[in-house]
């Protein structure tokens, strides 16, 4: 197995930033997607990555990705908004779902917005990140319209994606706590990962095309397609159901519901999200009072052998973010290849690419 290339994350981000203004993004769409990608790699989440370009790119070319959207407004009524991702960049309509769910929970208290039809919104921690760093708590559910690659609990193929849960918590002077899953067992990308890489899933996670364990990634990747298994049996099962149906259905977007037809590669999502200002809710005092006392006495317990310490949900991207800030931002020549193919489809050389990212 080849070594990893390092790439400095401001070169890597712009790099990818090329790459998506060269497929017609204006400047502040392709810095945002780039950014929020580079993001998700320094956070250790590389499902979420630049290695999502080749596919962003591929569905550009087929006409699945529309560059330069913005959400549009379908419903409004202060604390309801219901909006229309318009199949844009995920990294942009998130981004700007968040800003108009934040400033109508700082209006009102409280805001639910309901999105569909975004291309892929990326890693959920972002958008938690955002409202948690302005004081909100929030909770967001979301779907997957695309390949079914999650298997039913009891099921023997994909039937739903790996919809995501996440929950954003702030703390006064203190790192927040956010946490952002798969219901499936690994997301979709780490799959990919894997398969990339050349390297087998841990036993249990996933089961090839005749429904059977396996722990080659090849399954879930390449055809003939098997599935990725819920985590908790029939409890990520549930959840990932309600995900399905709070952020595809109740939104007013797609649910997954009919079989992959073997060639597109777009992927998009519908988001519930729920945001809370904890002012005004006249319990912000007390909220980070008990914050503290809870989160003091979960980690002044005994440390279990293999550990070195307990971490809250959060810190581990916290960890990963320093290191590879520090280190630079490992990228299998697998991916990269994938990476620098995206760019040839836009018109952006091999050679332009690796300059710009320092190669």
């Not at 790119?57 to 419903?75: D, F, M, R, T, Y």
């Not at 800003?99 to 999105?115: M, Q, S, T, W, Y």
């Not at 892929?120 to 948690?132: L, S």
């Not at 036993?203 to 908790?232: C, H, K, M, Y």
């Amino acid at each position: 197995m080849a070594d990893d290339i390092i790439i400095s994350a401001p070169k890597l981000t712009a790099a990818v930033e090329a790459i998506v203004a060269k497929g017609g993004s204006n400047p502040r769409e392709a810095k945002l997607v780039a950014e929020n990608l580079v993001e998700a790699n320094l956070k250790g989440h590389d499902s979420h990555g630049v290695g999502m370009i080749p596919r962003y790119i591929q569905s550009l070319v087929e006409g699945g990705l529309s560059v330069n959207q913005a959400p549009k407004i379908v419903l409004d009524t202060g604390p309801l908004v219901r909006l229309d991702g318009q199949a844009g960049y995920g990294q942009v309509i998130g981004h700007d779902t968040m800003n108009i769910a934040i400033e109508r929970a700082k209006k009102h208290g409280l805001c639910a917005v309901g999105l569909h039809h975004a291309h892929h919104i990326g890693r959920i921690g972002a958008w938690a990140e955002m409202a948690v760093a302005a004081g909100l708590v929030s909770m967001h559910f979301v779907n997957v319209v695309s390949r079914p690659i999650v298997a039913a609990w009891g099921g023997g193929d994909g039937r739903f994606g790996t919809n995501p849960i996440c929950i954003g918590v702030p703390r006064k002077g203190k790192d927040p706590i956010v946490l952002d899953f798969a219901t499936s067992r690994i997301a979709q990308g780490k799959t990919r990962v894997a398969h990339n890489k050349g390297v087998t899933l841990p036993p249990g996670t996933i089961i090839d095309n005749e429904g059977r364990p396996t722990v080659d990634p090849r399954f879930t990747v390449v055809p003939p397609f098997g599935a990725i298994l819920t985590f908790g049996e029939h409890k990520g099962y549930g959840l990932a159901m309600i995900a399905e149906l709070l952020g595809g259905a109740l939104t007013g977007g797609a649910t997954m519901r009919k079989a992959y037809d073997g060639q597109t590669q777009g992927v998009y999502n519908g988001m519930l999200t729920i945001v809370l200002d904890p002012e005004k809710l006249g319990t912000s005092e007390h909220f980070q009072h008990e914050i503290d006392a809870f989160t003091g006495w979960v980690q002044s317990g005994p440390v279990a052998q293999g550990f070195d310490k307990v971490r809250l949900a959060g810190d581990p991207e916290r960890e990963w973010k320093a290191k590879r800030l520090k280190e630079g931002v490992p990228v299998d020549p697998t991916t990269w290849g994938d990476i620098i193919a995206a760019g040839g489809k836009v018109g952006l050389s091999k050679a332009e690419i690796e300059k710009i990212a320092g190669l």
